[in-house]
Protein backbone atom coordinates (compact mmCIF):
# COMPACT_ATOMS: atom_id res chain seq x y z
CA UNK A 1 0.00 0.00 0.00
CA UNK A 2 1.49 3.32 -0.88
CA UNK A 3 2.00 5.42 2.33
CA UNK A 4 0.86 8.49 0.72
CA UNK A 5 -2.28 7.44 0.05
CA UNK A 6 -3.44 7.14 3.41
CA UNK A 7 -0.76 9.33 5.38
CA UNK A 8 0.87 12.46 6.05
CA UNK A 9 4.45 13.27 7.71
CA UNK A 10 2.84 12.80 11.35
CA UNK A 11 1.27 9.90 10.60
CA UNK A 12 4.74 8.29 9.39
CA UNK A 13 6.40 9.49 12.72
CA UNK A 14 3.63 8.23 14.92
CA UNK A 15 4.55 4.63 12.61
CA UNK A 16 8.32 5.17 13.68
CA UNK A 17 7.52 5.74 17.46
CA UNK A 18 5.12 2.75 17.54
CA UNK A 19 7.46 0.31 16.16
CA UNK A 20 10.31 0.96 17.95
CA UNK A 21 8.38 0.54 20.96
CA UNK A 22 7.13 -2.59 19.90
CA UNK A 23 10.32 -4.26 18.73
CA UNK A 24 12.61 -2.76 21.66
CA UNK A 25 10.10 -3.13 24.39
CA UNK A 26 7.18 -5.65 23.64
CA UNK A 27 8.67 -8.07 21.34
CA UNK A 28 11.21 -9.07 24.00
CA UNK A 29 9.02 -9.81 26.72
CA UNK A 30 6.05 -11.04 24.80
CA UNK A 31 6.35 -14.77 25.10
CA UNK A 32 6.87 -14.56 28.89
CA UNK A 33 4.08 -12.42 29.89
CA UNK A 34 1.85 -14.85 27.27
CA UNK A 35 3.42 -18.08 29.51
CA UNK A 36 2.69 -16.22 32.75
CA UNK A 37 -1.15 -14.96 31.90
CA UNK A 38 0.23 -11.42 33.17
CA UNK A 39 -1.35 -8.01 32.37
CA UNK A 40 2.43 -6.24 31.20
CA UNK A 41 2.46 -3.06 34.04
CA UNK A 42 5.93 -1.78 32.90
CA UNK A 43 4.85 -1.46 29.51
CA UNK A 44 1.29 0.29 30.21
CA UNK A 45 3.25 2.66 31.99
CA UNK A 46 4.96 3.53 28.68
CA UNK A 47 2.26 3.02 26.60
CA UNK A 48 0.31 5.87 28.81
CA UNK A 49 3.71 7.98 28.67
CA UNK A 50 3.96 7.80 24.46
CA UNK A 51 0.41 8.90 24.46
CA UNK A 52 -0.99 5.40 22.84
CA UNK A 53 -3.99 4.84 25.29
CA UNK A 54 -5.50 8.52 24.46
CA UNK A 55 -4.38 8.35 20.79
CA UNK A 56 -7.49 10.11 19.01
CA UNK A 57 -8.64 12.13 22.18
CA UNK A 58 -8.46 15.73 22.17
CA UNK A 59 -5.36 17.33 24.44
CA UNK A 60 -7.40 19.01 26.78
CA UNK A 61 -9.35 15.61 28.18
CA UNK A 62 -5.62 14.37 28.51
CA UNK A 63 -5.51 12.72 25.26
CA UNK A 64 -2.48 12.62 22.35
CA UNK A 65 -5.36 14.57 19.82
CA UNK A 66 -4.16 12.52 16.93
CA UNK A 67 -7.21 11.24 13.89
CA UNK A 68 -8.75 7.97 13.95
CA UNK A 69 -5.95 7.02 11.13
CA UNK A 70 -3.31 7.41 14.21
CA UNK A 71 -5.15 4.92 16.66
CA UNK A 72 -5.55 2.57 14.10
CA UNK A 73 -1.79 2.57 13.42
CA UNK A 74 -1.27 1.98 16.57
CA UNK A 75 -2.83 -0.92 17.36
CA UNK A 76 -1.74 -2.61 13.92
CA UNK A 77 1.98 -1.74 14.66
CA UNK A 78 1.48 -3.14 18.49
CA UNK A 79 -0.10 -6.27 16.84
CA UNK A 80 2.85 -7.17 14.52
CA UNK A 81 4.77 -8.06 17.98
CA UNK A 82 1.82 -9.09 20.49
CA UNK A 83 -1.67 -9.44 20.05
CA UNK A 84 -2.62 -8.75 24.17
CA UNK A 85 -0.73 -5.40 23.73
CA UNK A 86 -2.80 -3.83 20.58
CA UNK A 87 -5.89 -5.48 22.18
CA UNK A 88 -4.98 -3.67 25.54
CA UNK A 89 -5.07 -0.07 23.50
CA UNK A 90 -8.42 -1.39 21.76
CA UNK A 91 -10.30 -2.47 24.48
CA UNK A 92 -9.33 0.69 26.31
CA UNK A 93 -9.62 3.34 23.95
CA UNK A 94 -12.78 2.42 21.52
CA UNK A 95 -14.97 0.00 24.70
CA UNK A 96 -13.46 1.71 27.96
CA UNK A 97 -13.10 5.41 26.82
CA UNK A 98 -15.12 6.04 23.43
CA UNK A 99 -18.74 5.93 25.12
CA UNK A 100 -18.09 8.41 27.50
CA UNK A 101 -16.06 10.63 25.08
CA UNK A 102 -18.94 10.33 22.14
CA UNK A 103 -22.08 9.79 24.55
CA UNK A 104 -21.27 11.63 28.01
CA UNK A 105 -21.92 14.94 29.62
CA UNK A 106 -19.49 17.46 29.95
CA UNK A 107 -19.12 16.82 33.65
CA UNK A 108 -18.44 13.12 32.93
CA UNK A 109 -15.75 13.51 30.17
CA UNK A 110 -13.70 15.89 32.34
CA UNK A 111 -14.35 13.35 35.09
CA UNK A 112 -12.94 10.04 33.64
CA UNK A 113 -11.45 10.39 30.40
CA UNK A 114 -8.28 12.52 30.97
CA UNK A 115 -7.80 9.37 33.93
CA UNK A 116 -8.20 7.30 31.22
CA UNK A 117 -6.49 8.30 28.35
CA UNK A 118 -3.17 9.18 30.21
CA UNK A 119 -3.22 5.43 30.94
CA UNK A 120 -3.42 6.34 34.79
CA UNK A 121 -6.83 3.98 35.27
CA UNK A 122 -7.60 0.87 32.48
CA UNK A 123 -11.31 1.53 31.29
CA UNK A 124 -13.45 -1.61 30.35
CA UNK A 125 -16.40 -2.18 28.59
CA UNK A 126 -19.18 -4.86 30.14
CA UNK A 127 -21.72 -5.82 27.02
CA UNK A 128 -21.50 -9.84 27.06
CA UNK A 129 -23.81 -11.84 29.28
CA UNK A 130 -23.93 -15.56 29.76
CA UNK A 131 -26.22 -15.82 27.41
CA UNK A 132 -25.93 -12.38 25.33
CA UNK A 133 -23.29 -12.71 23.43
CA UNK A 134 -23.72 -12.12 19.71
CA UNK A 135 -27.91 -11.49 21.08
CA UNK A 136 -26.50 -8.54 22.53
CA UNK A 137 -30.20 -7.02 22.92
CA UNK A 138 -30.59 -10.47 24.94
CA UNK A 139 -29.28 -8.55 28.02
CA UNK A 140 -30.17 -10.10 31.70
CA UNK A 141 -28.94 -7.29 33.43
CA UNK A 142 -31.26 -5.46 35.23
CA UNK A 143 -30.79 -1.30 36.58
CA UNK A 144 -34.01 -0.27 38.52
CA UNK A 145 -34.59 3.33 39.09
CA UNK A 146 -35.25 4.26 43.13
CA UNK A 147 -35.58 7.99 43.15
CA UNK A 148 -31.84 9.52 42.67
CA UNK A 149 -30.16 6.11 41.59
CA UNK A 150 -30.33 3.14 40.24
CA UNK A 151 -29.93 -0.49 41.50
CA UNK A 152 -28.42 -2.79 39.28
CA UNK A 153 -27.99 -6.50 39.40
CA UNK A 154 -26.45 -9.04 36.83
CA UNK A 155 -23.25 -10.44 35.76
CA UNK A 156 -20.93 -9.56 32.50
CA UNK A 157 -18.96 -12.24 30.64
CA UNK A 158 -15.33 -12.20 29.08
CA UNK A 159 -14.93 -8.70 30.01
CA UNK A 160 -11.51 -7.47 29.15
CA UNK A 161 -9.89 -5.59 31.94
CA UNK A 162 -12.31 -6.61 34.13
CA UNK A 163 -10.21 -7.43 37.16
CA UNK A 164 -6.99 -4.55 35.99
CA UNK A 165 -9.56 -1.46 35.11
CA UNK A 166 -11.19 0.90 37.25
CA UNK A 167 -13.76 2.67 35.03
CA UNK A 168 -16.72 0.33 33.47
CA UNK A 169 -19.28 1.27 31.08
CA UNK A 170 -21.83 -1.25 31.42
CA UNK A 171 -24.88 -2.11 30.09
CA UNK A 172 -28.54 -3.51 31.73
CA UNK A 173 -32.66 -3.29 30.76
CA UNK A 174 -33.95 -0.23 32.50
CA UNK A 175 -37.71 -0.93 30.63
CA UNK A 176 -37.89 -5.14 29.45
CA UNK A 177 -41.15 -3.59 28.15
CA UNK A 178 -39.28 -1.94 25.18
CA UNK A 179 -36.85 -4.73 24.06
CA UNK A 180 -33.45 -3.09 22.78
CA UNK A 181 -34.98 0.67 23.78
CA UNK A 182 -34.99 -0.54 27.10
CA UNK A 183 -31.16 -1.09 27.42
CA UNK A 184 -29.50 1.99 29.05
CA UNK A 185 -25.71 2.36 29.82
CA UNK A 186 -24.08 3.26 33.23
CA UNK A 187 -20.81 4.13 34.58
CA UNK A 188 -19.56 1.90 37.31
CA UNK A 189 -16.18 2.11 39.16
CA UNK A 190 -14.40 -0.50 41.17
CA UNK A 191 -10.94 -1.09 42.45
CA UNK A 192 -7.82 -2.77 40.59
CA UNK A 193 -7.57 -6.00 41.33
CA UNK A 194 -3.99 -5.58 40.81
CA UNK A 195 -3.05 -3.01 42.53
CA UNK A 196 -0.57 -4.45 44.40
CA UNK A 197 1.40 -5.46 40.79
CA UNK A 198 0.60 -2.05 39.22
CA UNK A 199 1.92 0.10 42.41
CA UNK A 200 5.85 -0.09 41.26
CA UNK A 201 4.23 1.81 38.06
CA UNK A 202 2.67 4.84 39.51
CA UNK A 203 -0.75 3.58 37.46
CA UNK A 204 -3.29 1.72 37.39
CA UNK A 205 -5.42 3.42 40.07
CA UNK A 206 -6.99 6.79 41.19
CA UNK A 207 -7.74 7.54 44.96
CA UNK A 208 -10.90 9.44 43.74
CA UNK A 209 -12.65 6.52 41.96
CA UNK A 210 -14.42 5.11 44.86
CA UNK A 211 -15.34 1.38 44.76
CA UNK A 212 -18.84 0.86 44.57
CA UNK A 213 -20.09 -1.54 47.16
CA UNK A 214 -21.63 -4.54 45.42
CA UNK A 215 -19.28 -4.32 41.65
CA UNK A 216 -16.93 -6.70 42.19
CA UNK A 217 -14.52 -8.85 39.42
CA UNK A 218 -15.47 -12.93 38.88
CA UNK A 219 -12.93 -15.29 38.29
CA UNK A 220 -9.90 -14.91 35.49
CA UNK A 221 -9.96 -16.91 32.46
CA UNK A 222 -7.36 -19.04 30.87
CA UNK A 223 -7.35 -18.34 27.59
CA UNK A 224 -5.98 -19.98 24.68
CA UNK A 225 -4.72 -16.71 23.64
CA UNK A 226 -4.60 -13.01 23.91
CA UNK A 227 -3.51 -14.14 27.82
CA UNK A 228 -1.13 -10.83 28.48
CA UNK A 229 -4.47 -9.19 28.27
CA UNK A 230 -6.86 -9.58 30.96
CA UNK A 231 -10.51 -11.01 30.64
CA UNK A 232 -12.70 -11.57 33.64
CA UNK A 233 -16.37 -11.67 34.64
CA UNK A 234 -17.84 -8.84 36.32
CA UNK A 235 -20.34 -9.07 39.21
CA UNK A 236 -23.51 -6.93 40.18
CA UNK A 237 -25.20 -7.23 43.19
CA UNK A 238 -27.18 -4.38 44.65
CA UNK A 239 -25.17 -1.91 42.68
CA UNK A 240 -26.41 1.75 43.50
CA UNK A 241 -25.54 3.89 40.84
CA UNK A 242 -26.00 7.91 41.01
CA UNK A 243 -28.62 9.03 38.42
CA UNK A 244 -25.84 11.19 36.88
CA UNK A 245 -23.95 7.85 36.44
CA UNK A 246 -26.25 7.39 33.44
CA UNK A 247 -24.28 7.58 30.40
CA UNK A 248 -27.01 9.11 27.26
CA UNK A 249 -30.75 9.08 27.86
CA UNK A 250 -32.42 6.58 29.58
CA UNK A 251 -33.10 3.59 26.66
CA UNK A 252 -30.14 4.53 24.29
CA UNK A 253 -27.73 1.87 25.27
CA UNK A 254 -28.27 -0.28 22.51
CA UNK A 255 -28.00 2.11 19.94
CA UNK A 256 -24.85 3.31 21.18
CA UNK A 257 -22.83 0.54 22.22
CA UNK A 258 -23.89 -1.04 18.14
CA UNK A 259 -21.93 2.47 17.19
CA UNK A 260 -19.62 1.53 19.97
CA UNK A 261 -18.91 -1.76 17.94
CA UNK A 262 -18.82 -0.23 14.56
CA UNK A 263 -15.75 1.65 15.56
CA UNK A 264 -14.60 -1.57 17.67
CA UNK A 265 -14.26 -3.21 14.17
CA UNK A 266 -11.70 -1.24 12.70
CA UNK A 267 -10.05 -1.58 15.79
CA UNK A 268 -10.00 -5.61 15.55
CA UNK A 269 -9.24 -5.18 11.79
CA UNK A 270 -6.42 -3.56 12.19
CA UNK A 271 -5.12 -5.87 15.08
CA UNK A 272 -5.86 -8.69 12.96
CA UNK A 273 -4.00 -7.47 10.51
CA UNK A 274 -0.92 -6.67 12.70
CA UNK A 275 -1.21 -10.54 13.67
CA UNK A 276 -0.89 -11.09 9.85
CA UNK A 277 1.92 -9.36 9.03
CA UNK A 278 3.62 -10.11 12.36
CA UNK A 279 3.75 -14.28 11.36
CA UNK A 280 4.08 -13.13 7.27
CA UNK A 281 7.73 -11.42 8.48
CA UNK A 282 8.66 -14.08 10.59
CA UNK A 283 7.95 -16.46 7.94
CA UNK A 284 9.99 -14.61 5.68
CA UNK A 285 13.36 -14.31 7.36
CA UNK A 286 12.91 -17.41 8.69
CA UNK A 287 12.33 -18.40 5.27
CA UNK A 288 15.64 -17.38 3.93
CA UNK A 289 18.48 -18.77 7.03
CA UNK A 290 16.53 -22.04 7.26
CA UNK A 291 18.76 -24.64 5.16
CA UNK A 292 17.24 -27.79 3.59
CA UNK A 293 18.85 -30.27 0.43
CA UNK A 294 21.87 -27.26 0.74
CA UNK A 295 20.22 -24.15 -0.41
CA UNK A 296 17.62 -22.27 1.90
CA UNK A 297 14.17 -22.83 1.70
CA UNK A 298 13.34 -19.21 0.39
CA UNK A 299 14.16 -20.89 -3.22
CA UNK A 300 11.80 -23.61 -3.26
CA UNK A 301 8.74 -22.51 -5.57
CA UNK A 302 6.42 -24.17 -2.57
CA UNK A 303 7.43 -21.59 -0.11
CA UNK A 304 7.69 -19.03 -2.40
CA UNK A 305 3.69 -19.44 -3.00
CA UNK A 306 3.25 -19.68 -0.03
CA UNK A 307 4.76 -16.10 1.12
CA UNK A 308 2.78 -14.83 -2.18
CA UNK A 309 -0.37 -15.20 -0.97
CA UNK A 310 0.60 -14.16 2.68
CA UNK A 311 1.73 -10.95 1.01
CA UNK A 312 -0.89 -10.11 -1.07
CA UNK A 313 -3.73 -10.74 1.15
CA UNK A 314 -1.99 -9.00 3.83
CA UNK A 315 -1.87 -6.18 1.35
CA UNK A 316 -5.38 -6.14 0.58
CA UNK A 317 -6.28 -6.43 4.41
CA UNK A 318 -4.57 -3.29 4.23
CA UNK A 319 -6.38 -1.62 1.88
CA UNK A 320 -9.59 -2.72 3.80
CA UNK A 321 -8.50 -1.59 7.31
CA UNK A 322 -7.57 1.82 6.61
CA UNK A 323 -10.03 2.42 4.18
CA UNK A 324 -12.66 2.40 7.06
CA UNK A 325 -10.52 4.17 9.17
CA UNK A 326 -10.37 6.79 6.62
CA UNK A 327 -14.49 7.15 6.10
CA UNK A 328 -14.12 7.28 10.21
CA UNK A 329 -12.05 9.74 9.97
CA UNK A 330 -14.20 11.59 7.10
CA UNK A 331 -17.23 11.27 9.55
CA UNK A 332 -18.71 9.44 6.57
CA UNK A 333 -20.51 5.91 7.01
CA UNK A 334 -17.86 2.97 7.61
CA UNK A 335 -20.28 0.47 8.94
CA UNK A 336 -19.84 -2.29 6.20
CA UNK A 337 -16.52 -1.06 5.57
CA UNK A 338 -15.48 -1.49 9.52
CA UNK A 339 -17.59 -4.99 9.49
CA UNK A 340 -15.67 -6.01 5.59
CA UNK A 341 -12.11 -5.38 7.47
CA UNK A 342 -12.89 -7.31 10.89
CA UNK A 343 -14.13 -10.14 8.69
CA UNK A 344 -11.44 -10.32 5.92
CA UNK A 345 -8.56 -9.62 8.39
CA UNK A 346 -9.62 -11.94 11.34
CA UNK A 347 -10.06 -14.78 8.22
CA UNK A 348 -6.63 -13.79 7.13
CA UNK A 349 -5.14 -14.13 10.80
CA UNK A 350 -5.77 -17.22 10.85
CA UNK A 351 -4.36 -18.20 7.57
CA UNK A 352 -1.57 -16.32 7.77
CA UNK A 353 -0.55 -17.82 11.02
CA UNK A 354 -0.55 -21.28 9.93
CA UNK A 355 1.13 -20.56 7.18
CA UNK A 356 3.57 -19.08 8.86
CA UNK A 357 3.76 -21.78 11.24
CA UNK A 358 4.03 -24.61 7.88
CA UNK A 359 7.09 -22.42 6.55
CA UNK A 360 8.87 -23.07 10.08
CA UNK A 361 8.50 -26.45 9.80
CA UNK A 362 8.64 -28.38 13.26
CA UNK A 363 10.35 -24.95 15.01
CA UNK A 364 6.78 -23.13 14.09
CA UNK A 365 5.04 -25.74 16.67
CA UNK A 366 7.56 -25.06 19.57
CA UNK A 367 8.10 -22.20 21.58
CA UNK A 368 11.47 -21.31 20.58
CA UNK A 369 9.03 -18.94 17.31
CA UNK A 370 6.59 -16.94 17.96
CA UNK A 371 4.29 -18.32 15.14
CA UNK A 372 2.63 -20.79 17.64
CA UNK A 373 1.51 -17.56 19.91
CA UNK A 374 0.49 -15.11 16.98
CA UNK A 375 -1.71 -18.39 16.23
CA UNK A 376 -3.58 -18.84 19.16
CA UNK A 377 -4.18 -14.76 19.40
CA UNK A 378 -5.52 -15.45 15.51
CA UNK A 379 -8.37 -17.36 16.46
CA UNK A 380 -10.09 -15.38 18.84
CA UNK A 381 -10.36 -12.15 16.70
CA UNK A 382 -12.78 -14.55 14.84
CA UNK A 383 -14.83 -14.27 17.55
CA UNK A 384 -14.35 -11.25 19.50
CA UNK A 385 -16.45 -7.89 18.76
CA UNK A 386 -18.63 -9.68 16.61
CA UNK A 387 -17.76 -13.17 15.56
CA UNK A 388 -17.31 -13.50 11.41
CA UNK A 389 -20.90 -14.92 11.22
CA UNK A 390 -22.20 -11.64 12.39
CA UNK A 391 -20.31 -9.58 9.97
CA UNK A 392 -21.52 -11.28 7.10
CA UNK A 393 -24.98 -10.62 8.47
CA UNK A 394 -23.83 -6.66 9.11
CA UNK A 395 -22.61 -6.70 5.93
CA UNK A 396 -25.47 -8.46 4.18
CA UNK A 397 -28.25 -6.03 5.73
CA UNK A 398 -26.19 -3.09 4.64
CA UNK A 399 -25.87 -4.62 0.58
CA UNK A 400 -29.68 -5.36 0.94
CA UNK A 401 -30.51 -1.88 2.02
CA UNK A 402 -28.44 -0.54 -0.58
CA UNK A 403 -30.10 -2.40 -3.63
CA UNK A 404 -33.85 -1.19 -1.85
CA UNK A 405 -32.47 2.25 -2.20
Not at 232 to 251: A, C, F, S
Not at 341 to 353: D, G, H, N, V
Request: proline share 3%; charged share 25%.
Amino acid sequence: MHDSLYFDEQHLAVRETVRAFARDEVAPVAAKFDALAEFPWQNIKRMGELGFLGVPWPEELGGAGLDILSYVMVIHELAKADASHGLTVSAHTTLGTSPIVNFGTREQRERYVPLLASGRVMGGFGLTEESAGSDAAGTRTRAIRKGDRYVINGSKRFITHAGVGEVFVITAVTDPSKGTHGISSFILTKHNEEIEKARPWGIGHDDSLPAMPGFSTGRKEDKLGWRASDTRELIMVDVEVPVEQRLGEEGAGFVNFMKTLDAGRIGIGALSLGIAEGAFEQALRYSTVRKQFGQAISEFQGVQFQLSDMATEIEAGRHLVYHAAWLAQRGEPYGKAAAMAKLFCSELAMRTTIKAIQVHGGYGYTKEYPVERMMRDAKICEIGEGTSEVQRMVIARHLLKELAG
